[in-house]
């Protein structure tokens, strides 16, 4: 059943699907040794910490699921200012991490020539690497912002039920922006692409699920971050009728012990990106959830640098893990986390062993 060696993991898609729909304890077992033995093969015993800035939590946009959608009036809104932006910068370079991660709602307020700044700002201060998660942005701004230093860019196609995509993503008037070939272009453009999707979005199916995972390898991606969904009560989601538009045994759910999986099977699929092990894994179990992640296929976990002030209303959806406590607490928590699993934090930037790979190949 398992390849012969692990240097070239391979998995038919019906082999995921059966992997998916898999609730034997002992055959679990062996999924979650197969993934952590690929990623040590692959991407070593480091742990990368990548200092999490919620920049602004504006949003123009409707996604069904997101609480920082649009029409939640809610919301009290925030945006960083450039100082800010640097003193947190500032501090990851002095945690020793290797990159930061600006990310925000899809938000027009954070022009072109702003985040061209702030980008070209931390790099000259802190020589951090630098990744971008601000959404769907023009061609010409993601550009703009490579050439001022950015490193990395993260936008998760979110599922690839085109149906259940358009359905809960109306798009921007006047503009449709196709997330896959955005992600091509970014990797034209010399960006480490990350992107990942959601477990358990009402109306996604095994097959669906399975569809993504076999995406993440076509797209060849260097970083893939995957989390359960979870319910915003401001949002169409709350809506109980949307848990049953499949029929039983159809609904992925989105549950701790799925994202495991898709975790493993995405290190098996893909054993050089970078897979972190998520806030939203850490919300549904706060004990021990980062942890499972990191010994089942994960090498990066994302400590939040967000100002206290802004971090409780970067409010994506409820009770997320880490909602009150410091950067400082965040990092020795992680840092104590790690160690205790045997694991090293890594240095330096922590590029992801599959960039390295295709430019070599290249
Ligand atoms: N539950 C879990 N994850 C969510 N995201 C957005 N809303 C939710 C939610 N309700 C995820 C999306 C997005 C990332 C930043 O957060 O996948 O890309
Ligand atoms: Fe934030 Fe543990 S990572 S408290």
Redesign the pocket.
Known sequence: MFGTTVKEPALTREELLTWLREEDPARLSQLWQWADRVRQEFVGGEVHLRGLIEISNHCVRL?A????RAPNTELVRYRMSGDEILACARQAAALGYGTVVL?AGEDPGLTRDFVREIVRRIKETTGLAITL?LGERDEEELWAWRQAGADRY???F?TSQAELYQRYHPPKPGSTVDRLYLLKRLREMGYEVGS???IGLPGQTYAGLANDLWLFRELDLDMI?V??????PR?P?ADPAFARILPDGEQVP?SELMTYKVIALSRILCPRANIPSTT?LATLNRKNGRELGLVRGANVVMPNLTPPQYRIRYE??PNKACLRETPDECHACLQMRVESLGRVVGRGPGTSPNYRYRMAKD
Do not use: D, K, N, W
């Open positions: 996604c699921y997101c609480g920082l990310q998660s993260l936008l998760r979110e990942g999707v959601m971050g989390g359960p969904f979870i319910v915003h949002t989601l989105a939203a994506i959806y």
